[in-house]
């Protein structure tokens, strides 16, 4: 008889979001779609909703620290997917105990602006999760504008932009990088995925909703699970975006808010 193969377990770092399309609302949502077991440490709450951001509370240090220490002291973990990160002290303690029990496989989403255009990362953080994080990580996620905060520099707005953007992102230091091409203009969507072997664009269609609150979350959240299952970093990376694109196309079932609302994560069962 063949061994039954156990689920996976995966981590999000990251923060709270009430309204459950973003944060490690959807970052459990997405492990729980993929087939992964999900496990969360809280690095802030938030007091927001499908319109926008009112307010950001952090989670003092030592409790995220210990959290990781509670957790990892039990739970044998797959994947991390990591968040969002608002201090250096964060990302210092995130970085220490990570390094020191070092999973399988580390995802970064270097979440920064809410899609409503809410700063959720000060300039501190920003420069945390460039010089301590990124580092650390197998697979950076950053969108467009996110990349040009990482780097100083313009937002792409075009392909040629993106793939010459590619070489910069690659010196930050992570394994590889996923550019996400979603704000560039055009009925396609674009990504660019930049390993030590290939860069290569991994194509997809814009899909007409305006739900789109947490798709950055979800996504990053979606490759960690595929990548805890077994998958390579190309095929979670493509699997994950297949799954996400149906998610973004069935989210007009859902009645939730008055603004972005969020991609339905489970759309196979529901």
């Known amino acids: 008889m063949t061994p039954t193969r156990s689920i996976p377990n995966v981590l999000t770092i990251a923060g709270s979001d009430p309204s459950g399309g973003a944060g490690i609302q959807a970052d459990l949502k997405a492990f729980s779609a993929l087939g992964a077991y999900g496990t969360s440490v809280i690095t802030a709450l938030t007091a927001q909703n499908t319109r926008g951001v009112r307010g950001v509370h952090p989670v003092p240090v030592e409790f995220i620290r210990l959290q990781l220490d509670t957790l990892l002291d039990d739970v044998t973990i797959d994947a991390v997917k990591i968040g969002m990160v608002a201090s250096r002290e964060v990302a210092e303690a995130i970085r220490d105990v990570l390094t020191a029990r070092r999973p399988r496989w580390i995802v970064l989403d270097p979440v920064m602006v809410a899609k409503s255009g809410d700063v959720l990362v000060e300039a501190t953080g920003i420069a945390a999760v460039r010089d301590v994080l990124v580092p650390l990580a197998d697979l950076i996620t950053p969108n467009l504008p996110e990349s040009a905060v990482l780097l100083s520099g313009a937002t792409p707005a075009s392909r040629d932009e993106m793939m010459a953007m590619a070489p910069r992102l690659v010196a930050?230091?992570?394994?590889?990088t996923l550019l996400k091409g979603g704000h560039l203009r055009g009925g396609d969507c674009p990504?660019?995925?930049?390993?030590?072997d290939e860069t290569r664009w991994v194509e997809g269609s814009r899909i007409g909703t305006?739900?789109?609150h947490g798709t950055g979350c979800s996504l990053s959240s979606a490759i960690a699970a595929r990548l805890a299952l077994g998958d390579t970093l190309p095929d979670a990376v493509i699997a994950a975006k297949g799954w996400l694109e149906t998610a973004l196309t069935e989210s007009r079932r859902l009645d939730v808010g008055q603004g972005q609302g969020p991609v339905h994560h489970f759309h196979p069962w529901w």
């Open 172 to 176: 930050l230091g992570a394994g590889a």
């Open 191 to 196: 990504d660019l995925l930049i390993t030590a």
């Open 210 to 212: 305006s739900n789109l």
